[in-house]
């Protein structure tokens, strides 16, 4: 089993910044992928970034140039650099792990808001 914690969440105003992270424990070893995600309200469950053991990164082109993911092996943490934020960006971002051939592996979500 593995384990992921969000924070980082939280209002900020449109072109601000903010920083989120997850946190994953347990048996991390089988997981060689990890993705955040995002929920806008009424809306689908869309991708926003991955990143491979190897430090491969995947962005969505809506947050091309914007976004920043990145992982601290030591602290098992992945982390998600959000800059020029726009109100479009506000939703709901979930942490995901890749076990085989699937998102398998979900954090509880954290909240992100940005004001216009």
């Known amino acids: 089993q593995v384990q992921l914690v969000e924070s980082g969440g939280g209002l900020v105003q449109a072109g601000g910044s903010l920083r989120l992270s997850c946190a994953a424990s347990?048996?991390?070893?089988?997981?060689?992928?990890m993705g955040w995600f995002r929920q806008p309200p009424g809306k689908q469950r869309e991708l926003v970034a991955t990143?491979?053991?190897?430090?491969?990164?995947v962005y969505a082109d809506s947050v091309k140039g914007r976004f920043t993911i990145s992982r601290d092996s030591a602290k098992n943490t992945v982390y998600l650099q959000m800059n020029s934020l726009k109100p479009e960006d506000a939703a709901a971002y979930y942490c995901?792990?890749?076990?085989?051939?699937?998102?398998?592996?979900w954090g509880q979500g954290t909240q992100v808001t940005v004001s216009s």
């Open positions: 347990g048996t991390i070893f089988s997981i060689n992928t």
């Open positions: 995901s792990a890749r076990r085989g051939g699937s998102w398998f592996y």
């Open positions: 990143i491979t053991s190897g430090d491969s990164t």
